[in-house]
């Protein structure tokens, strides 16, 4: 979007005006940048808590966070788009696993069914080795797959649905949980849906930030929860800030999972085990 704002439409030719190259300097800034971001300790995984029925921990998202030594935070909607289009998010993606599958072994010896939920772009979705690279993480870290969910998003549907499927079949068989991150945000084919062999939809924050006051958004969440039902998938509410929210979701659905401020930001792996693990 803000790309939009230095470029001016004329004549139906989109015209590169000199406040543009100010921004693509800093875009292959950053691009460089974040090539070394994580050898040097830059990059961090934050972790936010998804509480259960009973406000019982079930586990947590895996956040990335860039603290760029100059910039200072970079927010991940900024940075995984560079790392996306520069293809860097391949290895900044199996860092990211690596990690957490890591952080989430240490965790299930304190409380075994934890579960750890980790963002996989659609980019390293649709790499060649993605299965390969998941397995080799797997087995080096030696997690159980079963603590632990990959979200993925329905744009990874858009293109190539067959090969889609028949990979997220691949990481279900290995014993891996899936989840559809953003549901409802985007191009959604019900009819591939129902043939998904998936755990768990992520009802967008979008439409939780809107109830219980719109409609409209109401109406959007209660049909996901009625979808989510008839397939026996766990739901997990993203965004949720306030009692009223919290009420409403819960007035829905008891065993839905709540992620959000209202019970706790992201924050790093020892602020979230003095929180939430220990005694
Ligand atoms: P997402 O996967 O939809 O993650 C949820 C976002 O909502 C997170 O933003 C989280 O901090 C924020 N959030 C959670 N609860 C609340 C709340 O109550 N209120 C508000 N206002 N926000 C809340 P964050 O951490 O900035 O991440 C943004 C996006 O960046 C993520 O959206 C995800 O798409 C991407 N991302 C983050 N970490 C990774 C990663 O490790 N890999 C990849 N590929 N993408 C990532
Ligand atoms: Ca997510
Ligand atoms: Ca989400
Ligand atoms: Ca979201």
Redesign the pocket.
Known sequence: ASKAKDIKKKNNIYIYEPALSAEIKSRRQLEHDLTFAYQKGQIKLYF?AQIGSGNQLHGAE???RWEHPELGFI???KF?EIAEESQQILKL?AW?MYHAFIQAKAWTRIKPDFNLSI???PIQFHEADFIQNVISIMIETKVDPKNITL?LTEGILISDTENAVEKIARIVELGFKVSI??FGTGYSSLSYFQRLPIHELKID?SFISRVPNSKEDVAIVESIVHLAKTKDLRIVA????TKEQLDFIQQQSANILI????FSQ?CPAKKFEKQFLEQ
């Open positions: 936010q895996t956040l990335v927010p991940p909607n995984i993606g990211i963002n996989i772009s979200e991150d953003d924050k993203e965004g949720v800030e992620q959000g401020y209202y992201p």
